[in-house]
Each structure stands twice: as structure tokens, then as C-alpha cells.
């Protein structure tokens, strides 16, 4: 694990994003730990991790691309932040764009806000967390139908490490699969329990509830 990925587990627990508890997801599953990237609402928060996106997004995909896209609505302000990071950190310029979950008819007309798209773009979508690819569904088709780009990757924040729609893969394995370009996290949930776990800031009965959790609904690997 990289110094930059343990400062995010640190920095996601601190700010109240990861949870650990009892939790119902939207899914209907009960889960031990839940991630909202909602709580993150100051401006020190907002920086801080368009950092770590960048700092992710250069060690994993690099930085030969132009845009940074993020799905309405929680993605629009992490592509904001995570294109001032990646100037800030590296002095690459790319630009940001994201979509409505409505056509706009007047004004800035259309779907997209930001930066339009243009042929030969290459894009890559940063997410909080993936854990049915519907936004990618979604909003795959509102790219490529905006212009004729080249998506180079899905960035998110947390690998839940789930089975997906599929009942067998990872989310993050079924969104590479389906649409043909990789997938990656700042950090998976397995990295949380060991940086976690190391530090002693993890109970036994925490422990024990994530294991049964993974037992029920953890994924293979592609």
C-alpha cells in the first residue's frame, strides 16, 4: 500500500465518510461499513481529496488525458476538484465536464455542463463508489453520443469489493468488461481492514462482522 492510499483511509474515517455500524444499503443489503462522500463539505475537505484522486489517478492511469469526467450528481463537483489537483500537483491542464440528469432547453442548452466533449477527447470518469455500474450505464451513452472520445479509465474512491449485478464479479470488473476500459480505487475495502486492523482502530466484533459480510457478498477478481 502506498503512503498516499493510507492517508486516504485515515482522511475518509476522520471526515466521517467510512462508518462502521449497521447499515442498509440501497441495494437492500445489511452492511457493517458504509461510505458517504456527501460528508465531505468544507473547502480544506474538498481539496484534500481532489488530491488524493489525483495523486491516484497519475499512479495508476497517468496523466495523458483531457478530460476529467464525473456523473451527476455526486461526480460533478470530485471532476471539479479533481482537474484543480491535477494542475496544482503536476501542472497538466485538463479540463472538466460532467452531465444534467435532465436536458437543459434554454441558456446552456443540453445534457452536458462544463467543458464540451470534442472528437478525439480522452476521458476519465472519477466516481465516489461503485457498486452496480448503473451510473456508468447511464451516462456511457451520453458521452460517446456527445462526441467520438476515447475513455481511458473510471477512477473511484472505494472498492467495495462486492459481487455485482452479475452475481460473481466485482462491480469495478463488470463496468472493465462490459465497456472495455480499466477500473480502478484509491483504495479497496480490504486495504481499509488492514491499515485499520495494523493501527488497532478496528474492535474484534468490527472484525468479525466485515468477515461474515464478504463471506455472503464478497466478489472474485476478473
Given at each position: ?74 461526480g460533478i463537483p470530485l471532476s471539479v ?15 472538466y465536464c460532467s452531465n444534467r440528469k ?47 472520445v476515447d475513455v481511458v479509465g473510471l ?68
Open positions: 500500500m502506498e503512503d498516499y492510499q493510507r492517508g486516504f483511509i485515515d482522511f475518509m474515517t476522520e471526515s466521517d465518510v467510512l462508518k462502521f455500524g449497521d447499515f442498509t444499503l440501497k441495494s437492500g443489503r445489511q452492511s457493517p461499513f458504509f461510505m458517504n462522500s456527501g460528508a465531505y463539505v468544507s473547502g480544506p475537505q474538498l481539496k484534500e481529496l481532489g488530491r488524493f484522486y489525483a495523486q491516484a489517478i497519475n499512479q495508476v492511469f497517468g496523466l495523458e488525458f483531457d478530460v476529467v469526467f464525473g456523473p451527476a450528481y455526486k476538484i479533481t482537474a484543480e489537483a491535477i494542475w496544482d500537483l503536476y501542472g497538466r491542464e485538463v479540463r435532465e436536458v437543459k432547453d434554454h441558456g446552456d442548452v443540453g445534457i452536458l455542463l462544463g467543458s464540451p466533449l470534442h472528437d478525439g477527447d480522452r476521458v476519465l470518469i472519477v466516481e465516489d463508489v461503485t457498486t452496480s455500474g448503473k451510473s456508468i450505464e447511464e451516462t456511457y451513452p451520453i458521452i460517446t453520443a456527445a462526441a467520438k477512477m473511484v474512491s472505494l472498492d467495495r469489493e462486492e459481487v455485482g449485478r452479475g452475481g460473481e464479479l466485482r462491480a469495478l470488473d463488470e463496468v472493465a468488461r462490459t465497456y472495455g476500459f480499466p477500473t480502478a480505487a484509491i483504495v479497496s475495502m480490504s486495504d481499509v481492514v488492514e491499515h485499520l486492523t495494523g493501527a488497532g482502530r478496528l474492535s474484534e466484533e468490527r472484525l468479525s462482522a466485515i468477515k461474515a459480510y464478504y463471506e455472503q457478498y464478497g466478489a472474485k477478481r476478473s
